[in-house]
């Protein structure tokens, strides 16, 4: 069974900073590119980053860029999102997610973990 | 960023009922859309990629269609267990968007 936990997830002040990390189990991780989403309370969906299988491309979503880090640990079959600077408008639940790219032509996320709560107040 | 217009934001129908969730995007993506469905308490879980696959071990009635700029989900028979939040998802060009979500009722 594919499986993704999640830790990590605090209240922190706003500056603060917070590691977030997911393992994996149950697919060959180190084939499979990984990502983070994250779920405002009450709101919609944001995607944050994603990461290459070997880590050799990043991508992030404009509001995180800089602050926060996606890496991964394929000895560990894990991934984590190093997040710096925190704001307020970071409280979020985090998800961490397997991107699915069976033949470069389509990706979907799938599955989803059970996400891990972040709140950022003073 | 590519915006998304997701419409409606809810609506309530009945068991039985057809039911359609349109997306659209501000500029075209091709068929870089997928649709994803979050029950409450829930993480999302993925219904249809490429705009019209529908993932393994989905049931057959959700169905999607549409492709450049306008996106359609559609619920052929509405079954309780269909009440959730329906999201569609752009990754076509960074950064990836989702929309703002519908909320599906059951009358």
């Known amino acids: 069974e594919v499986q993704l936990v999640e830790s990590g997830g605090a209240l922190v002040q706003p500056g603060g900073s917070l590691r977030l990390s997911c393992v994996a189990s149950?697919?060959?991780?180190?084939?499979?590119?990984m990502g983070w989403v994250r779920q405002t309370p009450g709101k919609g969906l944001e995607w944050v980053a994603h990461?290459?299988?070997?880590?050799?491309?990043?991508y992030y979503v404009d509001s995180v860029e800089g602050r926060f880090t996606i890496s991964r640990d394929n000895a560990k079959n894990s991934v984590s999102l190093q997040m710096n600077s925190l704001r307020v408008e970071d409280t979020a639940v985090y998800y961490c997610?397997?991107?699915?790219?069976?033949?470069?032509?389509?990706?979907?996320?799938?599955?989803w973990g059970q996400g891990t709560l972040v709140t950022v107040s003073s | 960023a590519i915006q998304m217009t997701q419409s409606p934001s809810s609506l309530s129908a009945s068991v039985g009922d057809r039911v359609t969730i349109t997306c659209r995007t501000s500029q075209g993506i091709s068929n870089d859309l997928g649709w994803y469905q979050q029950k409450p308490g829930k993480a999302p879980k993925v219904l249809i990629y490429g705009a019209t696959n529908l993932q393994t071990g989905v049931s057959p009635r959700f169905s999607g269609s549409g492709s450049g700029t306008d996106f359609t989900l559609t619920i052929s028979s509405l079954q309780p267990e269909d009440s959730a939040t329906y999201y569609c998802?752009?990754?076509?060009?960074?950064?990836?968007?989702f929309g703002q979500g519908t909320k599906v009722e059951i009358k």
């Open positions: 998802l752009q990754d076509n060009t960074y950064p990836w968007t």
């Open positions: 990461i290459k299988t070997d880590g050799s491309e990043r």
């Open positions: 997610t397997r991107l699915v790219v069976p033949d470069a032509t389509y990706n979907w996320f799938d599955p």
């Open positions: 149950g697919f060959t991780f180190s084939n499979i590119w």
